[in-house]
């Protein structure tokens, strides 16, 4: 069974039009299942996901006005980073669940 993964967005700019609240913001809809989205502004102690990488060059038109995701292929490449980082998160979770476990036994 799968541990419940609660995702940290961290978000650089609080500008109206920022690019990347925007993107931000189409997260819940595009997450699986038991994921939940927890936008926050800065977290200490993060760990980052280097790859893959994520440019939007063509906000003006990638987003709708409402700041949905209007470009199919800049919607498919930001699933595809989400997907990513899901995994790349559920990996850390099992990793420290693990060394709970170890902590435990040996101590």
């Known amino acids: 069974m799968l541990t419940p993964l609660r995702i940290l967005g961290i978000i650089g700019s609080l ?7 925007a993107l931000l913001r189409n997260v819940p809809s595009m997450l699986p299942e038991g ?3 927890l936008p926050v502004l800065t977290i200490l102690g993060a760990r980052w996901l280097h790859r893959p990488e994520f440019h939007l060059s063509n906000g003006g038109t990638a987003l709708a006005p409402d700041g949905s995701l209007a470009d199919p292929r800049t ?3 930001f699933q ?4 990513a980082f899901v995994a790349f998160t559920r990996d850390a979770v099992e990793r420290r669940e ?6 435990a036994t040996s101590g």
């Open 15 to 21: 500008r109206r039009g920022s690019y990347n609240t």
């Open 35 to 37: 994921v939940e989205w």
């Open 75 to 77: 919607r498919d490449q």
């Open 80 to 83: 595809k980073l989400l997907t």
């Open 98 to 103: 693990e060394l709970r476990a170890r902590s």
